[in-house]
């Protein structure tokens, strides 16, 4: 079976947590594009002591390992940032396109989680959804993960600098599709929001069967 679930927001709003309850309760294969973002990000700021040089961190894309995704420091503030920057470059996005979508069209199903997944990853997706969250809920959820080497006031300054980018560069902005469904998770618990993730999906399949 070939289904694609395409989950699409910005950071902390809970995509990552509710891609992967969805991927485990269908039995699909998940991905978190955004690492794939990370992964180059880091290693263009590592390899250019701090500056980031288009044409390398597009042959770093190019040439990218999927075992460079289980690097613990790419869920670091350092490493969304730099992922943020590195997607803002046409060469590295067009280096990773074949990847994901390949990806999502495997046999036995897929779920990818990013930013443009659902408008241009997977355009054509059986099922979307844009998760968002007010900026104070994600920048309390993610302060909670960073720990309190962080103030809380410059993990909402980065979030909303990051959305800013993201939703403003001009290849492949971060826009919801306008057939997915959007799920704000502000006042949600995690098993109330996956549960309504679950259900959309679940929809979604019976409606291609019919």
């Known amino acids: 079976m070939i289904f694609t679930v395409a989950i699409d927001g910005p950071a902390a709003a809970g995509k990552g947590t509710i891609g992967r309850a969805v991927a485990a309760e269908f039995g699909f294969a998940h991905l978190d594009t955004g690492l794939l973002y990370r992964a180059v990000g880091v290693r263009a700021l590592d390899d250019g002591r701090g500056v980031i040089d288009p044409h390398w961190a597009a042959r770093i894309a190019a040439t990218l390992d999927p075992a460079h995704l289980e690097r613990p420091e790419l869920r670091s503030a350092r490493a969304g940032q730099a992922a943020s920057k590195v997607a803002a470059l046409p060469e590295v996005r067009a280096a990773l396109l074949d990847f994901q979508k390949a990806f999502a069209r495997r046999d036995g199903g897929a779920v990818l989680d990013g930013r443009d997944i659902g408008t241009v990853i997977c355009a054509k997706a059986e099922a979307k959804l844009f998760v968002t969250a007010s900026d104070e809920a994600r920048a309390t959820r993610r302060h909670a993960e960073l720990g309190d080497g962080h103030g809380f006031e410059q993990v909402l300054a980065d979030l909303r600098a990051r ?19 959007l799920l704000d998770t502000t006042e949600l618990s995690i098993d109330a929001a996956v549960a309504e993730a679950v259900a959309y999906v679940r929809s979604r399949m019976h409606a291609g069967r019919d």
């Open 163 to 181: 959305d800013a980018r993201d939703a403003g560069r001009d290849v492949c902005p971060m826009v919801a599709a306008p057939d997915a469904l």
